[in-house]
């Protein structure tokens, strides 16, 4: 059972940095690499954002237009560890992070439906 739990939400002021952490584990061997993982947010009373993903290193990597050039993904296979590291942060940028897996087959995608596991979410808040 693949487990997955987010680390360093909090609360910052506008232009400030944060980098948050994915810590993954149960991949029954499988390496980790092969698993697309994805960073979404999500803002009380709307629908689940994708933010950006990685597939094996950062040449595989894709993000959302809102955060293109502020936020990086990065991964370090070893210690089956994914980060979202954020600059430039705005008010707009105030949401609940989650970290998400797809299944080892499959690449790339920006649909939270085609993601199979996912962490609690760590909450990020920005004030203006």
């Known amino acids: 059972q693949v487990q997955l739990e987010e680390s360093g939400g909090g609360s910052v002021q506008a232009g400030d940095s944060l980098r948050l952490s994915c810590a993954a584990s149960?991949?029954?061997?499988?390496?980790?690499?092969?698993?697309?993982m994805g960073w979404f947010r999500q803002v009380a009373g709307h629908t689940r954002e994708f933010v950006g993903a990685?597939?094996?290193?950062?040449?595989?990597?894709l993000y959302a237009d809102s955060v293109k050039g502020r936020f990086t993904i990065s991964r370090d296979n070893a210690k089956n560890t994914v980060y979202l590291q954020m600059n430039s942060l705005t008010s707009e940028d105030t949401a609940v992070y989650y970290c998400?897996?797809?299944?080892?087959?499959?690449?790339?995608?920006?649909?939270?439906?085609?993601?199979?596991?996912w962490g609690p979410g760590t909450q990020v808040t920005v004030s203006s």
């Open positions: 998400a897996a797809r299944l080892p087959e499959y690449g790339l995608a920006l649909r939270d439906r085609d993601y199979t596991y």
């Open positions: 149960g991949f029954s061997g499988r390496d980790f690499s092969s698993y697309t």
């Open positions: 990685t597939r094996y290193d950062r040449d595989n990597t």
